[in-house]
């Protein structure tokens, strides 16, 4: 049982505020309109938290200060970096008796280390400005995501982000050599030199990626970098259905192997939704349109690069595109010949959310799928889906290369509030999820479990696992201070 929790006195909050600055400690009505819509807001709108305070450490020193009077007052703590989570794992409850813990002031590149290819960061620098840091010293961080602008590194990590990268590079894991962490108890460990080999007992490492918060608090990392590619070749092009799509991205691995770094799919209702709220960014393919629709039903948004030149890399790309249309695994296809094609093709990909979020209300899924398997679970699912409610609106877009779909549900009109909206969800979700788990899938390939999943997780992970997963947090966390709510039932 958790000790009582103190009150955010005077004392206290003068101790907060001699931790970190007291331009640092926001409380009351310091948290105006915008604050809360920032901070305690999640992007989808879903959920709503309120908070005791919010405190803003400017260093690893004061992050540990503030975590060791978190828990001599019995006070748990919600981590944030960009808040961009999508499974409310970012924003405290609605309590009001959470600390909100912003990272966003740990943002100091460390050290670049051109020779080891790593780069050292701490955990409030954002994606985008990691990538560019890396850039500069003509090297490539891969993880790449719509919101790189936002998005932090701590928050990519902990929740172990995926992007449209992950068939080449792997997901944020895979880009991570070594942690720096504040532990429940205010303890430090930190492991940032960068080894690529490292066989001295458990992974600590691995234990804090993905555990979204509820384990400790990633301070810095140790990042892995690659040599930036020479070439890169993108295309758009259409499939006729997804068992093309699927055989088409067979063949560009066989292909082009390593080159092959982003396979994107996006349906056609997702396609439709970007020409109707966002039509300046659907102009990469000029044959959408709000009326018509796109020839086929889905498209692929395909990208090679590597260390070869333009020439080389756009002669290997046509190559490829010229024996899947013989072969009849696509119908059109569409080269970018200059930057700004390029970009006109992933603000397309890219703008997907955004035109779903102006669209409205739907029962969202962040699936993950044997490639093998996604036709037949496509075909079964929305055939499930529509002899239920046979005017809902299936959309559906992702990264087909990893297997990574999100597959979203919108309801029919009368089902768009209230009950009849809850009953819905919860029944599209049971319908989704087991033919997800029928299939060999997962419910959640990069989305993370925060508080949206929760339940699910309960119900569905096997029976071995959460008695695993718990016995960890009591271990680490045995207060059950950090994040709470979050992950775990």
Do not use: W, Y
């Given at each position: 049982m958790n000790a009582p929790q103190a009150p955010l006195d005077d004392a206290r909050l003068s101790a907060l505020r001699e931790a970190v600055g007291a331009a640092h400690v926001l409380h009351g009505q310091q948290l105006d309109a915008s604050l809360q819509a920032r901070h305690l807001r999640d992007w989808r709108g879903r959920y709503q938290g309120q908070c005791l305070a919010i405190v803003s450490p400017g260093s690893t020193e004061e992050t540990q200060h503030i975590v060791r009077l978190c828990a001599a007052w019995g006070w748990p703590i919600v981590p944030q970096g960009g808040?961009?989570?999508?499974?409310?794992?970012?924003?405290?409850?609605?309590?009001?008796?959470?600390?909100l813990l912003h990272l966003g002031r740990l943002n100091k590149v460390r050290h670049l280390d051109a020779h080891n290819f790593t780069l050292t960061v701490e955990a409030g620098c954002t994606l985008d400005h990691t990538r560019q840091h890396a850039a500069d010293a003509g090297m490539l961080y891969p993880l790449s995501l719509a919101s790189g602008g936002q998005c932090t590194i701590g928050g990519t990590l902990a929740t172990n982000a995926g992007g449209t990268q992950v068939l080449r590079y792997g997901t944020a894991r895979e880009l991570c050599l070594g942690l720096e962490v504040v532990t429940a108890s205010g303890a430090c460990w930190s492991e940032l030199s960068g080894l690529r080999k490292n066989n001295t007992g458990y992974d600590l490492r691995d234990l804090f990626i993905g555990s979204e918060g509820t384990l400790g608090i990633i301070t810095a990392a140790t990042l892995?970098?690659?040599?930036?590619?020479?070439?890169?070749?993108?295309?758009?092009?259409?499939?006729?259905?997804?068992?093309?799509?699927?055989a088409l991205l067979s063949l560009a691995r066989q292909t082009l192997d390593a080159g092959l770094v982003a396979f994107e799919a996006i349906e056609s209702q997702a396609l439709q939704l970007v020409q109707q709220h966002l039509p300046h960014m659907a102009r990469a393919w000029p044959s959408a349109s709000a009326t018509t629709g796109p020839a086929s039903p889905w498209l692929i948004l395909m990208e090679h690069q590597g260390p070869q030149d333009q020439t080389h890399i756009d002669d290997e790309l046509g190559r490829l595109l010229a024996h899947a249309q013989a072969k009849g695994l696509l119908t059109e296809a569409i080269m970018a010949h200059t930057v700004a094609q390029r970009q006109a093709m992933w603000q397309l990909r890219e703008s997907i959310p955004l035109a779903e979020k102006t669209e409205g209300l739907m029962v969202k899924h962040d699936i993950g799928l044997p490639t093998s398997a996604i036709a037949s679970w496509l075909a079964q699912c929305g055939t499930a889906l529509r002899a239920r409610w046979p005017d809902c609106r299936i959309v559906c877009f992702g990264h087909l290369g990893d297997g990574n779909l999100h597959y979203n549900v919108q309801p029919p009109p009368t089902l768009r509030s209230g009950p009849p909206w809850a009953r819905f969800?919860?029944?599209?979700?049971?319908?989704?999820?087991?033919?997800?788990?029928?299939?060999?899938?997962?419910?959640?390939?990069?989305?993370?479990?925060?508080?949206?999943?929760?339940?699910?997780?309960?119900?569905?992970?096997?029976?071995?696992?959460?008695?695993?997963?718990?016995?960890?947090?009591?271990?680490?966390?045995p207060a059950c201070l950090l994040n709470p709510g979050r992950l775990l039932a």
């Open positions: 808040n961009t989570s999508l499974v409310g794992g970012s924003v405290p409850d609605g309590s009001g008796q959470q600390v892995k970098l690659f040599p930036a590619p020479q070439g890169c070749g993108t295309a758009l092009l259409s499939c006729p259905d997804a068992q093309s799509a699927v969800e919860s029944d599209v979700n049971d319908i989704v999820f087991d033919l997800v788990q029928a299939h060999g899938g997962t419910i959640s390939a990069e989305h993370g479990i925060g508080a949206l999943r929760r339940e699910a997780l309960a119900a569905r992970a096997p029976a071995e696992a959460l008695p695993l997963m718990r016995a960890i947090k009591q271990a680490l966390d």
